[in-house]
C-alpha cells in the first residue's frame, strides 16, 4: 500500500504563484512514476503532470506547459507541483497519484489516464481568483 497525502493549496489572485506538495509513506520503494491531476464540480478528472521518479522524465498537459513545473525529492518521498502565472482556470482540486508499473511508454499518453495509477491523495483545493 501506498499512502499520499497533498498540501498546499490555497486562495491566490491570478498571475499569482502556489507550490503543492504530495507526501508518499508506505511501500514508496515501489513507486515509479507520480502524477498530478485536477478536477473541478461536474467535469472529469484531467492531467495536469507526471514525473517518472527515476530519470526525471516529466510530462505535461498543454494547458500548463510553461507556467507549471513537476519535481520530486526521493529522499523525502515527496512530489512538488510548482504553478506559476495562475489563472482562473487553474481553479480545482489538485490530486496527486502513484503509478506502479516499471514499463517504460513512449511518449506521454500513458501518464495522462487516471486508470493508470493505483493509489491517490485526497485533495487540495487551489483557487484562482480575477
Known amino acids: 500500500q501506498v499512502q499520499l497525502v497533498e498540501s498546499g493549496g490555497a486562495l491566490v489572485q491570478a498571475g499569482g504563484s502556489l507550490r503543492l506538495s504530495c507526501s508518499a509513506s508506505g511501500r514508496t520503494f515501489s513507486v515509479v512514476t507520480m502524477g498530478w491531476f485536477r478536477q473541478t464540480p461536474g467535469k472529469e478528472r484531467e492531467f495536469v503532470a507526471a514525473?517518472?521518479?527515476?530519470?526525471?522524465?516529466?510530462y505535461y498537459a498543454d494547458s500548463v506547459k510553461g507556467r507549471f513545473t513537476i519535481s520530486g525529492d526521493n529522499a523525502k518521498n515527496t512530489v512538488y507541483l510548482q504553478m506559476n502565472s495562475l489563472k482562473p482556470e487553474d481553479s480545482a482540486v489538485y490530486f496527486c497519484?502513484?503509478?506502479?508499473?516499471?514499463?517504460?511508454?513512449?511518449?506521454?499518453?500513458?501518464?495522462?489516464?487516471?486508470?493508470?495509477?493505483?493509489?491517490w491523495g485526497q485533495g487540495t483545493q487551489v483557487t484562482v481568483s480575477s
Open positions: 514525473i517518472r521518479l527515476s530519470g526525471g522524465t516529466t
Open positions: 497519484a502513484a503509478d506502479l508499473d516499471r514499463r517504460y511508454f513512449v511518449g506521454s499518453s500513458y501518464y495522462t489516464r487516471t486508470e493508470n495509477y493505483e493509489y
